[in-house]
């Protein structure tokens, strides 16, 4: 079986590939593709088919999933156009003869109404309306959304947001690439969705397990929408990603990034990666690296 992996220079496409490699799958059924291949050059050393797919840009399309009996559809990041890549990325998966489409969604994405969700629902009817078979992977908020954030939380003493006391099922991109490895290499999944998360906590807890984990007070800040995405865009995101994220945390008050499912731990086959792990282990990275730098 021939494997296409979308997204596969991002953060949770080049884990799919790493994992389907390490589970056994040989780099000779992998075909990695992004839209700079030149991050995906240690890939196409292994053995990796590697090619070049721009969903923006129909065009590439057909060459990229030529012979694919399936395909990891990773959702793209830019806001406003998801939807018209992800259909350009179906449509050519069809014409390819791709006969399985594993799509990563957001939670909750039938019933939630935060912006981030719109693209998503529409992209599963557009999937279900089709002719391919498909698994809808419905993933939780990314833990490295906040463990990302170490740095500046650590300066400021203070983790932001406009989440209230909502709980977020949040889980680490790892978990959310063993899941889709899962329901590439097992049986009995075509038709399903899942909705993929961690154990639940609020914003105010994930600051207490920051506290605890580093040894120095972190307080939940709690603001407004507009105050954080203000806060969002000074901190370098793009202004149309700073509101999406920011009217994300609106959705996670609502209890829209919330789900009691166990959907992921029975596909990974062990517990989630929790927030205080992930904590622990962002830390030591950074301090890791920040060694390796004074020692140069």
């Given at each position: 079986?021939?494997?296409?992996?979308?997204?596969?220079?991002?953060?949770?496409?080049?884990?799919?590939?790493?994992?389907?490699?390490?589970?056994?799958?040989?780099?000779?059924?992998?075909?990695?593709?992004?839209?700079?291949?030149?991050?995906l050059a240690d890939l196409a050393r292994s053995g990796v088919t590697v090619r070049r797919a721009d969903f923006a840009d129909p065009s590439t399309l057909d060459e990229a999933f030529e012979g694919a009996d399936a395909m990891v559809l990773v959702s793209t990041t830019t806001v406003g156009e998801r939807f018209d890549n992800h259909r350009n990325a179906i449509d050519a998966?069809?014409?390819?003869?791709?006969?399985?489409?594993?799509?990563?969604?957001?939670?909750?994405?039938?019933?939630?109404?935060?912006?981030?969700?719109?693209?998503?629902?529409?992209?599963?009817?557009?999937?279900?309306?089709?002719?391919?078979?498909?698994?809808?992977?419905?993933?939780?908020?990314?833990?490295?959304?906040?463990?990302?954030?170490?740095?500046?939380?650590?300066?400021?003493?203070?983790?932001?947001?406009?989440?209230?006391?909502?709980?977020?099922?949040?889980?680490?991109?790892?978990?959310?690439?063993?899941?889709?490895?899962?329901?590439?290499?097992?049986?009995?999944?075509?038709?399903?969705?899942?909705?993929?998360?961690?154990?639940?906590?609020?914003?105010?807890?994930?600051?207490?397990?920051?506290?605890?984990?580093?040894?120095?007070?972190?307080?939940?800040?709690?603001?407004?929408?507009?105050?954080?995405?203000?806060?969002?865009?000074?901190?370098?995101?793009?202004?149309?990603?700073?509101?999406?994220?920011?009217?994300?945390?609106?959705?996670?008050?609502?209890?829209?990034?919330?789900?009691?499912?166990?959907?992921?731990?029975?596909?990974?086959?062990?517990?989630?990666?929790?927030?205080?792990?992930?904590?622990?282990?962002?830390?030591?990275?950074?301090?890791?690296?920040?060694?390796?730098?004074?020692?140069?």
């Amino acid at each position: 079986m021939s494997i296409v992996i979308t997204g596969a220079s991002g953060h949770l496409g080049r884990l799919v590939v790493d994992q389907l490699l390490a589970a056994g799958t040989s780099p000779a059924q992998i075909v990695a593709t992004g839209r700079d291949i030149d991050k995906l050059a240690d890939l196409a050393r292994s053995g990796v088919t590697v090619r070049r797919a721009d969903f923006a840009d129909p065009s590439t399309l057909d060459e990229a999933f030529e012979g694919a009996d399936a395909m990891v559809l990773v959702s793209t990041t830019t806001v406003g156009e998801r939807f018209d890549n992800h259909r350009n990325a179906i449509d050519a998966a069809r014409r390819a003869g791709v006969s399985r489409i594993v799509y990563t969604s957001l939670v909750n994405a039938s019933t939630a109404r935060m912006t981030l969700a719109d693209e998503h629902r529409r992209t599963e009817e557009y999937l279900r309306a089709g002719g391919s078979e498909f698994v809808v992977l419905r993933n939780g908020w990314y833990l490295e959304n906040y463990t990302d954030q170490l740095p500046m939380i650590t300066q400021y003493h203070a983790l932001p947001g406009s989440a209230r006391d909502g709980r977020v099922s949040a889980a680490a991109r790892g978990d959310l690439a063993a899941a889709a490895v899962a329901v590439l290499t097992q049986d009995g999944h075509l038709g399903a969705t899942y909705e993929l998360g961690g154990t639940p906590f609020t914003l105010a807890e994930l600051a207490a397990t920051i506290s605890d984990v580093l040894g120095t007070p972190i307080a939940y800040q709690d603001m407004p929408v507009a105050d954080y995405t203000a806060v969002l865009t000074g901190a370098g995101l793009p202004p149309g990603m700073a509101a999406a994220v920011a009217d994300a945390d609106a959705g996670l008050a609502r209890g829209e990034l919330f789900t009691t499912s166990d959907d992921l731990v029975k596909l990974i086959g062990r517990p989630a990666t929790t927030a205080r792990e992930a904590v622990r282990d962002a830390a030591a990275a950074i301090e890791a690296a920040a060694a390796i730098e004074e020692s140069r």
